[in-house]
């Protein structure tokens, strides 16, 4: 049975709910990442509940102008979102990514590092930024996931997929995403609506 870090609703709310795209991200991560603010939760639940919030890291891959686009195939671990295409590669953290600090900020980078080992392979080096949050609560989906954006800076367009699920792999300008918006699942739609505004 697998499980997932959670944070209560209740503590979201607190710090200000929002729909759509949020900046100030570290407030907010400070936060769910203090002790005791977060704690594992079995999936099937988690992704029925909606006093809760499945937090999880959303990572963006820019090089030189253009941002990687995939398409979620049939064997993506979230069934409601097959077949749309999507700018991030996200997933859940799990108990193996905890470490010294906990359920805290060690254990969070853990996990970001993991997932993307586990389904990109990544030519040349890299840097990573928080951008923001994304929350969608028009949604069943997103009623019970809260998304943190990572940006990741590529030294080389050197990317392939790593597993089934992620199939079509392209770089894409800004514009050439908005054309395709339609397509995009909601967190992708959200997005690229931010980074067409900065």
Same mark, same amino acid.
């Given at each position: ?9 209740s503590?979201?709310? *607190?710090?200000? $709910? ?7 991200? #570290? ?8 002790p ?6 079995? %999936?099937?639940? +988690?992704?029925?509940d ?9 990572? =963006?891959?820019?090089?030189?102008? %253009? &941002? ?13 979102? !097959? ?12 108990? !193996?990514? #905890? ?8 254990? &969070?980078?853990?996990?970001i ?14 840097? #990573? ?10 949604? *069943?989906?997103?009623?019970?996931? =809260?998304?943190? !954006? ?7 367009? *050197? !990317?392939? $997929? ?13 514009? @050439?995403?908005?054309?395709? %918006?339609?397509?995009? @699942? +909601? ?12």
């Amino acid at each position: 049975m697998e499980h997932v870090l959670v944070i209560p609703r209740s503590l979201f709310d *607190e710090l200000g $709910s929002f729909q759509g795209f949020q900046g100030d991200a #570290q407030r907010y991560l400070s936060a769910m990442l203090a002790p005791g603010a977060n704690f594992f939760m079995e %999936r099937p639940a +988690a992704e029925m509940d909606p006093t809760h919030k499945q937090l999880i890291p959303y990572s =963006l891959f820019h090089h030189e102008g %253009r &941002y990687l686009c995939y398409t979620r195939g049939g064997k993506s671990g979230e069934k409601r979102l !097959v077949a749309k295409r999507s700018v991030g590669i996200g997933g859940h953290i799990n108990p !193996v990514d #905890q470490s010294q600090d906990g359920l805290g900020e060690t254990m &969070y980078f853990n996990s970001i590092e993991r997932e993307i080992t586990e389904e990109l392979v990544l030519g040349g080096t890299h840097t #990573q930024r928080v951008i923001g949050l994304i929350n969608d609560d028009s949604s *069943e989906v997103g009623s019970v996931h =809260l998304g943190v !954006v990572h940006l990741f800076e590529l030294s080389s367009a *050197e !990317v392939s $997929s790593n597993e089934e699920a992620i199939q079509d792999l392209q770089f894409y300008t800004l514009a @050439e995403l908005q054309d395709m %918006r339609e397509s995009l @699942e +909601a967190w992708s739609q959200i997005v690229v609506g931010h980074l067409e505004g900065r």
